[in-house]
Protein backbone atom coordinates (compact mmCIF):
# COMPACT_ATOMS: atom_id res chain seq x y z
CA UNK A 1 0.00 0.00 0.00
CA UNK A 2 1.15 3.33 -1.23
CA UNK A 3 1.02 6.67 1.37
CA UNK A 4 3.15 9.37 -0.99
CA UNK A 5 3.35 11.46 2.39
CA UNK A 6 5.75 8.21 4.10
CA UNK A 7 7.24 7.95 1.04
CA UNK A 8 8.66 11.58 0.80
CA UNK A 9 8.86 11.76 4.50
CA UNK A 10 11.29 8.43 4.33
CA UNK A 11 13.36 9.75 1.55
CA UNK A 12 13.99 13.30 3.09
CA UNK A 13 15.31 11.64 6.23
CA UNK A 14 17.46 9.36 4.32
CA UNK A 15 19.08 11.87 2.50
CA UNK A 16 19.21 14.28 5.95
CA UNK A 17 20.99 11.35 7.53
CA UNK A 18 23.46 10.74 4.78
CA UNK A 19 24.16 14.51 4.29
CA UNK A 20 25.10 14.21 8.42
CA UNK A 21 26.95 11.14 7.79
CA UNK A 22 29.07 12.26 5.10
CA UNK A 23 29.30 16.05 5.01
CA UNK A 24 32.04 17.96 6.51
CA UNK A 25 30.96 21.50 6.20
CA UNK A 26 28.96 23.06 9.04
CA UNK A 27 26.26 25.11 6.78
CA UNK A 28 25.76 21.84 4.95
CA UNK A 29 25.17 20.08 8.32
CA UNK A 30 22.69 22.82 9.48
CA UNK A 31 20.24 21.96 5.98
CA UNK A 32 20.69 18.75 6.52
CA UNK A 33 19.65 18.73 10.46
CA UNK A 34 16.51 20.92 9.33
CA UNK A 35 15.51 19.02 6.70
CA UNK A 36 15.50 15.69 9.19
CA UNK A 37 13.44 18.01 11.65
CA UNK A 38 10.88 18.49 7.71
CA UNK A 39 10.56 14.53 7.89
CA UNK A 40 9.82 14.68 11.37
CA UNK A 41 6.96 17.07 11.50
CA UNK A 42 5.51 15.21 8.32
CA UNK A 43 5.35 12.02 10.49
CA UNK A 44 3.84 13.66 13.61
CA UNK A 45 1.74 15.40 11.36
CA UNK A 46 0.19 11.92 9.69
CA UNK A 47 0.50 9.48 12.34
CA UNK A 48 0.10 8.72 15.85
CA UNK A 49 3.82 9.19 17.28
CA UNK A 50 4.95 11.76 19.48
CA UNK A 51 7.34 14.34 17.95
CA UNK A 52 9.72 13.06 20.73
CA UNK A 53 9.74 9.68 19.76
CA UNK A 54 9.96 9.88 15.76
CA UNK A 55 13.37 12.20 16.78
CA UNK A 56 14.55 9.55 18.45
CA UNK A 57 14.08 7.18 16.21
CA UNK A 58 15.64 9.23 13.62
CA UNK A 59 17.77 10.55 16.04
CA UNK A 60 19.55 6.78 16.47
CA UNK A 61 20.32 6.29 13.22
CA UNK A 62 23.86 7.51 11.48
CA UNK A 63 25.51 6.67 8.64
CA UNK A 64 23.56 5.71 5.10
CA UNK A 65 20.61 4.59 5.18
CA UNK A 66 19.43 1.26 4.12
CA UNK A 67 16.14 -1.09 4.48
CA UNK A 68 15.68 -2.46 8.07
CA UNK A 69 15.82 -6.34 7.80
CA UNK A 70 13.04 -8.58 10.08
CA UNK A 71 12.95 -12.31 10.07
CA UNK A 72 9.01 -13.82 11.12
CA UNK A 73 8.83 -17.88 12.17
CA UNK A 74 6.55 -20.11 10.24
CA UNK A 75 5.83 -22.55 12.62
CA UNK A 76 2.96 -25.52 11.71
CA UNK A 77 1.79 -27.70 14.37
CA UNK A 78 -1.53 -30.19 13.54
CA UNK A 79 -1.87 -27.48 10.42
CA UNK A 80 -2.00 -24.44 12.49
CA UNK A 81 0.32 -21.50 12.68
CA UNK A 82 1.97 -20.17 15.85
CA UNK A 83 1.55 -16.36 16.89
CA UNK A 84 2.22 -14.84 19.87
CA UNK A 85 0.70 -12.07 21.32
CA UNK A 86 2.12 -8.62 21.48
CA UNK A 87 2.20 -6.68 24.86
CA UNK A 88 2.71 -3.59 22.60
CA UNK A 89 -0.84 -3.68 20.96
CA UNK A 90 -2.34 -6.41 22.44
CA UNK A 91 -2.35 -8.35 18.83
CA UNK A 92 -0.96 -10.97 17.06
CA UNK A 93 2.08 -11.88 15.01
CA UNK A 94 3.97 -14.58 13.96
CA UNK A 95 7.36 -14.49 16.37
CA UNK A 96 10.39 -12.52 15.45
CA UNK A 97 11.94 -9.14 14.94
CA UNK A 98 14.56 -7.33 14.08
CA UNK A 99 18.28 -8.81 12.82
CA UNK A 100 20.38 -8.52 16.05
CA UNK A 101 23.86 -7.98 14.80
CA UNK A 102 25.73 -11.31 14.56
CA UNK A 103 23.78 -13.49 13.98
CA UNK A 104 22.87 -14.46 10.67
CA UNK A 105 18.96 -14.56 9.66
CA UNK A 106 18.26 -18.24 10.96
CA UNK A 107 20.09 -17.69 14.29
CA UNK A 108 17.78 -14.62 14.75
CA UNK A 109 14.51 -16.46 13.86
CA UNK A 110 15.49 -18.83 16.26
CA UNK A 111 16.36 -17.02 18.82
CA UNK A 112 13.08 -15.07 18.65
CA UNK A 113 11.03 -18.19 18.63
CA UNK A 114 12.45 -19.00 21.52
CA UNK A 115 12.41 -16.00 23.02
CA UNK A 116 8.70 -15.15 22.09
CA UNK A 117 7.38 -18.88 22.47
CA UNK A 118 8.75 -20.80 24.41
CA UNK A 119 9.44 -23.29 21.41
CA UNK A 120 12.71 -24.63 20.46
CA UNK A 121 13.12 -24.78 16.66
CA UNK A 122 15.34 -25.58 13.84
CA UNK A 123 15.49 -24.12 10.25
CA UNK A 124 13.86 -25.60 7.39
CA UNK A 125 13.84 -23.18 4.67
CA UNK A 126 13.42 -19.71 3.45
CA UNK A 127 9.77 -19.15 1.96
CA UNK A 128 9.64 -15.38 1.20
CA UNK A 129 11.40 -11.92 1.23
CA UNK A 130 9.04 -9.51 1.10
CA UNK A 131 9.56 -5.16 0.75
CA UNK A 132 6.83 -4.03 3.21
CA UNK A 133 6.00 -1.07 0.81
CA UNK A 134 4.75 -3.65 -1.52
CA UNK A 135 2.34 -5.05 1.07
CA UNK A 136 -0.32 -3.59 3.25
CA UNK A 137 0.92 -2.47 6.03
CA UNK A 138 -0.27 0.47 8.07
CA UNK A 139 2.36 3.49 7.56
CA UNK A 140 5.67 2.48 9.26
CA UNK A 141 8.89 4.99 10.53
CA UNK A 142 11.30 2.95 8.32
CA UNK A 143 11.44 0.61 4.39
CA UNK A 144 11.90 -2.97 5.96
CA UNK A 145 12.74 -6.13 4.25
CA UNK A 146 10.93 -8.88 5.90
CA UNK A 147 12.12 -12.81 5.81
CA UNK A 148 9.38 -15.08 6.67
CA UNK A 149 11.51 -18.39 7.46
CA UNK A 150 10.01 -22.06 8.01
CA UNK A 151 11.20 -23.66 11.05
CA UNK A 152 10.60 -26.91 12.88
CA UNK A 153 9.68 -27.59 16.46
CA UNK A 154 12.06 -29.77 18.32
CA UNK A 155 11.60 -29.17 21.82
CA UNK A 156 10.15 -26.57 24.63
CA UNK A 157 7.07 -25.54 25.67
CA UNK A 158 4.91 -22.80 24.83
CA UNK A 159 5.96 -20.10 27.15
CA UNK A 160 5.65 -15.90 27.25
CA UNK A 161 8.49 -13.99 26.34
CA UNK A 162 9.46 -10.39 27.54
CA UNK A 163 7.65 -8.42 24.99
CA UNK A 164 4.68 -11.45 24.45
CA UNK A 165 1.72 -12.60 26.40
CA UNK A 166 0.21 -14.96 24.76
CA UNK A 167 1.10 -18.08 22.75
CA UNK A 168 -1.15 -20.01 20.35
CA UNK A 169 -1.63 -22.03 17.39
CA UNK A 170 -4.48 -20.84 14.73
CA UNK A 171 -5.71 -22.69 11.88
CA UNK A 172 -6.40 -20.00 8.52
CA UNK A 173 -9.92 -20.19 9.19
CA UNK A 174 -9.67 -18.75 12.47
CA UNK A 175 -6.86 -16.40 12.85
CA UNK A 176 -7.13 -13.89 15.27
CA UNK A 177 -6.45 -9.84 15.14
CA UNK A 178 -2.87 -9.41 13.49
CA UNK A 179 -0.40 -6.78 14.29
CA UNK A 180 -0.35 -5.38 10.95
CA UNK A 181 2.77 -3.90 11.36
CA UNK A 182 4.28 -7.15 11.70
CA UNK A 183 2.81 -9.40 9.13
CA UNK A 184 -0.64 -8.83 7.21
CA UNK A 185 -3.49 -11.62 7.09
CA UNK A 186 -2.46 -11.79 3.10
CA UNK A 187 1.28 -13.29 4.30
CA UNK A 188 -0.66 -15.60 6.85
CA UNK A 189 -2.30 -16.97 3.99
CA UNK A 190 0.66 -16.94 1.86
CA UNK A 191 2.49 -18.91 4.47
CA UNK A 192 -0.42 -21.61 4.56
CA UNK A 193 -0.22 -21.89 0.98
CA UNK A 194 3.46 -22.55 1.48
CA UNK A 195 2.21 -25.60 3.41
CA UNK A 196 0.21 -27.10 1.46
CA UNK A 197 2.49 -26.70 -1.46
CA UNK A 198 5.90 -27.32 0.46
CA UNK A 199 7.33 -27.14 -3.23
CA UNK A 200 6.52 -23.59 -4.33
CA UNK A 201 9.63 -21.46 -4.76
CA UNK A 202 10.72 -18.31 -2.52
CA UNK A 203 8.62 -15.21 -3.05
CA UNK A 204 11.00 -12.03 -3.18
CA UNK A 205 8.90 -9.00 -3.23
Same mark, same amino acid.
Given at each position: ?????? $????R?? =?? *?Q???? @????V???E?????????A??M??Y %??L $?MEK??E? @?????????? !??? /??GA #???D &??????????????????? @??D?G? *?? %????? !? +????? =??Y??V??R??A /??????H?????????Y??F??C $??????? =???? $???? #??? @?? +?? &?????? %?G????AQ??????????P????M??
Amino acid at each position: MSYKWL $EWAKRIQ =SV *SQAGLA @FSKDVYDRERFEELRSISAEIMEEY %TDL $EMEKIKEL @FTNETGYQTP !KVD /VRGA #VFKD &NKILLVREKMDDKWALPGG @FCDIGF *SP %TENVI !K +EIKEE =SGYDVVYNRLLA /VLDTNKHAHPPLPYHYYKLFIHC $EIIGGHA =SNGV $ETKD #VEF @FS +ES &NLPILS %TGRNTEAQIQMLFDFLRNPGEDTMID
